[in-house]
C-alpha cells in the first residue's frame, strides 16, 4: 500500500488549489482516504474523509464550506480542493487510508507523504 | 468537537518506560473502542501504532501497548530506546462518522 501526494504548493490569498493522493498496491475504490492538516501550532487535525467508489463524503464541522474533498477512481485519486485560500490555509496536508472498510471505529493504516502548503498574501 | 487532552511532553531514560494519556469525553474516547494512536518523527509522515485501544499493526514491537478507562486511553511504551523519541498524537472515533485527534506529545529519551 502506498500514497503519494503532489508536491509543495506556493499560493496568494484567495487563489484556488487542488492538491492530490494516489493509492497504489491495493483496490483504491473500495477504502476511504481521509485528509488531515498540521500546523505547527495546532498538531493534526481530522478534516475529512471520502470513499473513492461512490465519493461519499463526511467533513469535520470546522472544515465543512471550507474544502472540498473529491476523488477519481478510474485513476486512483484523491484531491483536496480550495477555492480561495487564506493564510491561515498555510500547512502541511496529509492523506492517509483507512485500514478497515467501515465509516466508522476506524483508523488510519497508511500515509501520504504530505504536501506542504503555503499562502501568502 | 475539541482535540483530546495529551501532555504536552512526556521523557524517560533509555530501558525505562514512558505513558502517555489521552483525554477525551464520554462523546468520543468514553463512548467508542475506537481510539488509535500515532507516531511522528521529525519532518516524516505520522504512523499508526495502535488501533482499536490495544491492538497493534504488523512490525510494530510489542512494547507498545494502549488502553483505555472510562473517558482516557493511554499508551505505554515499554523499554524506551532512542528510535523512540517522537511526537505521538491519539485519535478517537467521535460520532456522526467523525474522527478527532489529540494534542502532541513530545517523547524525550534522556
Known amino acids: 500500500v502506498q500514497l503519494v501526494q503532489s508536491g509543495a504548493e506556493l499560493k496568494k490569498t484567495g487563489e484556488s488549489l487542488r492538491i492530490s493522493c494516489g493509492g497504489y498496491?491495493?483496490?483504491?475504490?473500495?477504502?476511504?482516504i481521509g485528509w488531515v492538516r498540521q500546523t505547527p501550532g495546532k498538531g493534526l487535525e481530522w478534516m475529512g474523509i471520502?470513499?473513492?467508489?461512490?465519493?461519499?463524503?463526511t467533513y469535520s464541522p470546522s472544515f465543512l464550506g471550507q474544502v472540498t474533498l473529491s476523488a477519481d477512481k478510474s485513476v486512483s485519486t484523491a484531491y483536496l480542493h480550495w477555492s480561495s485560500l487564506r493564510a491561515s490555509d498555510s500547512a502541511i496536508y496529509y492523506c492517509a487510508r483507512f485500514g478497515g472498510r467501515s465509516r466508522t471505529d476506524n483508523w488510519f493504516d497508511s500515509w501520504g507523504q504530505g504536501t506542504q502548503v503555503t499562502v501568502s498574501s | 468537537q475539541s482535540a483530546l487532552t495529551q501532555p504536552p511532553s512526556a521523557s524517560g531514560s533509555p530501558g525505562q518506560s514512558v505513558t502517555i494519556s489521552c483525554t477525551g469525553t464520554s462523546s468520543d474516547v468514553g463512548a467508542y473502542n475506537s481510539v488509535s494512536w500515532y507516531q511522528q518523527h521529525p519532518d516524516k509522515a505520522p504512523r499508526l501504532i495502535i488501533y482499536e485501544v490495544h491492538k497493534r499493526p504488523s512490525g510494530i514491537p510489542d512494547r507498545f501497548s494502549g488502553s483505555k478507562s472510562g473517558n482516557t486511553a493511554s499508551l505505554t511504551v515499554s523499554g524506551l530506546q532512542a528510535e523512540d523519541e517522537a511526537d505521538y498524537y491519539c485519535s478517537s472515533y467521535a460520532g456522526s462518522y467523525t474522527y478527532v485527534f489529540g494534542t502532541q506529545t513530545k517523547v524525550t529519551v534522556l
Open positions: 471520502i470513499y473513492p467508489d461512490n465519493s461519499e463524503t
Open positions: 498496491g491495493y483496490a483504491f475504490f473500495g477504502y476511504w
